[in-house]
Each structure stands twice: as structure tokens, then as C-alpha cells.
Nanobody
């Protein structure tokens, strides 16, 4: 069984930074894509950022220039550096891993709350 475990969430004031981390454990799986998604109260889950095994990244327009995704393929980890946080960034952030056979895995989520 594969588990993705997020860490690094918390409560911060607007304009500050947080760094989220996600580590895979259990059965060894090679992920083609790893990424971060978020879900705010009353809203659908949305893509925040993804990174392929080759290092190609994508970002939601709302976080471009503020968030940076990075991954360590050898360690099966992915991180999200979030700068200049805004109250609208408040959400539960989920880590997702997509394997080469389209098998996907999700973490349990970590809460990020940004106060104004």
C-alpha cells in the first residue's frame, strides 16, 4: 500500500510564507507526476501545482509567481514553497502522486489558514 503524508500546514498572516512537504511511504511506486491540490470550504478541489519526473512544472494562475513546487525523485517527495500568502489561499492542501499506469494516490491533506 502506498501512503502520501503531508506536513507543514498551519496558520499564518497574509504576506508570510509556508512550506508544505509530502513524502511517499509503503510500497515503492514511481510517480510520473506529483502535485498539490487544494480545497477551500464550499469549493471544489483545484490544482495548485504539478511537477513531472522530468521537472516540468505547471501552476494555477492564482499562485504563479508566489508558489514554487519542487520534488526529489530519489526520495519520492514533493514540496510546495508558498510565499506572499493571501487569505484566499486558505484551504486544505492535498498531495497527489500519479503513477505510470495512471494509478493515483492522495494524501490526507494539511490545513493552511491565512489571516488578513
Amino acid at each position: 500500500q502506498v501512503q502520501l503524508v503531508e506536513s507543514g500546514g498551519g496558520l499564518v498572516r497574509a504576506g508570510r510564507s509556508l512550506r508544505l512537504s509530502c513524502a511517499a511511504s509503503g510500497r515503492i511506486v514511481s510517480f510520473n507526476v506529483m502535485g498539490w491540490y487544494r480545497q477551500a470550504p464550499g469549493k471544489q478541489r483545484e490544482l495548485v501545482a504539478t511537477c513531472t519526473v522530468g521537472g516540468t512544472t505547471t501552476y494555477a494562475d492564482s499562485v504563479k509567481g508566489r508558489f514554487t513546487i519542487s520534488r526529489d525523485n530519489a526520495k519520492n517527495t514533493v514540496s510546495l514553497q508558498m510565499n506572499s500568502l493571501k487569505p484566499e489561499d486558505t484551504a486544505i492542501y492535498y498531495c497527489r502522486g500519479l503513477g505510470w499506469k495512471d494509478n493515483e494516490y492522495w494524501g490526507q491533506g494539511t490545513q493552511v489558514t491565512v489571516s488578513s
